[in-house]
């Protein structure tokens, strides 16, 4: 993180290899970005890649999703900020998922077994 006039720059992220794909909350508090916890197998699966969410306000930075059944990539937040939009292999291969921040939920939101490599994206619903 850094002012706008360059200046308090502060380090943010810790303990992994790498990271990429940073995306902002809509409230601005969090930030969340795809983190190489350990070197990939193979560029068929994410094993080893993470999502860090790091807390703005005071700092904390956890792994989004905490167990180990999977790697995740490519974070989108929802409108509303209360969900995040990613690529897991958790499934077997990788799907898009969300997860609830408030609850932990995790939900699958696509099941064809196609390979997925884009960022996915939030549309607005229609017709509501």
Do not use: C
């Not at 197998?41 to 005071?58: A, M, S």
């Not at 408030?102 to 017709?127: C, M």
């Amino acid at each position: 993180m850094i002012s706008a006039d360059g200046k308090n720059r502060k380090t943010v992220g810790h303990d992994f290899i790498g990271g990429a794909s940073p995306a902002w909350s809509p409230d601005s508090r969090y930030i969340v970005f795809t983190a190489a916890e350990t070197l990939p197998e193979n560029d068929d699966n994410f094993k080893g890649y993470k999502i860090r969410i790091v807390d703005i306000t005071n700092g904390t930075e956890r792994n989004l999703v905490d167990d180990t059944s999977g790697g995740e990539i490519l974070p989108v937040w929802s409108p509303s900020g209360s969900q995040v939009l990613f690529l897991s292999d958790r499934s077997g291969t990788s799907e898009v998922w969300t997860i609830s921040l408030d609850s932990a939920e995790l939900r699958q939101l696509t099941s064809d077994g196609q390979p997925k490599r884009f960022t996915p994206v939030w549309l607005p619903a229609v017709g509501r």
